[in-house]
């Protein structure tokens, strides 16, 4: 039952930032960094730093090269 309760406050959560995120409709230098993405492990840090950003440009460019990558 906690856990289930710990479920729904950590979605909510997710969900007021990514509502925040959306109407802002801008993000922090990190998300527009263009700093280049050369390895898997730097594109999984990028994405776990990102992954609660809605329509994050990192996080995207960290799941492209993930999907490019060989
Ligand atoms: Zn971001």
């Known amino acids: 039952m906690a856990a ?3 479920n729904w406050g ?3 959560h997710n969900l007021i930032q990514r509502t925040l995120d959306g109407l802002r409709d801008d993000h922090p230098p ?3 960094a263009k700093d280049a993405i050369t390895t898997c492990a730097h594109a999984y840090m990028v994405m ?3 992954a609660a950003h809605r329509g994050c440009p990192r996080y995207t ?5 993930l999907v490019a990558a060989p």
Not at 61 to 65: E, F, P, Q, S, V
């Open 61 to 65: 460019a960290a799941a492209n090269y």
């Open 4 to 6: 289930a309760l710990q």
């Open 30 to 32: 990190a998300c527009r």
């Open 48 to 50: 776990s730093a990102h």
């Open 10 to 12: 950590c979605r909510d």
